[in-house]
């Protein structure tokens, strides 16, 4: 069994910062991407951010371009979230997220390329 841990979320004001980190545990996959996405209350999940782990090629999305960065450690296993000038739209549960499988140039952005997910860490961003 495959477990993602997500970790670092909180209650900050808004334009502040935050790191979200995720480490993977359990029965090894062979899967070289992590992505990010969110959820807030009524929303569908959306994506965030990901990346390709061997490759190091990034994606983020429109509205979180220049505000957040995704990376990695490979030696820990971790996949980051770096945070700045949160905005209270922000507001969501964050939730790391990795295929079973696959080699990518470029990593998926649809949650439904994801097999593994965490539990989710809330992020709340006051104005």
């Known amino acids: 069994q495959v477990e993602l841990a997500e970790s670092g979320g909180g209650l900050v004001q808004a334009g502040d910062s935050l790191r979200l980190s995720c480490t993977a545990s359990g029965r090894t996959f062979s899967s070289d991407a992590r992505g990010w996405f969110r959820q807030a209350p009524g929303k569908e999940r959306e994506f965030v951010a990901a990346?390709?782990?061997?490759?190091?090629?990034?994606l983020h999305e429109d509205s979180v371009k220049g505000r957040f960065t995704i990376s990695r450690d490979n030696a820990k296993n971790t996949v980051y979230l770096q945070m700045n000038s949160l905005k209270p739209e922000d507001t969501a549960v964050y939730y790391c997220a990795a295929p079973h499988s696959g080699s990518y140039w470029y990593p998926p952005t649809s949650p439904s390329n994801y097999d593994y997910w965490g539990q989710g860490t809330q992020v709340t961003v006051s104005s």
């Open positions: 990346i390709s782990w061997r490759a190091g090629n990034t």
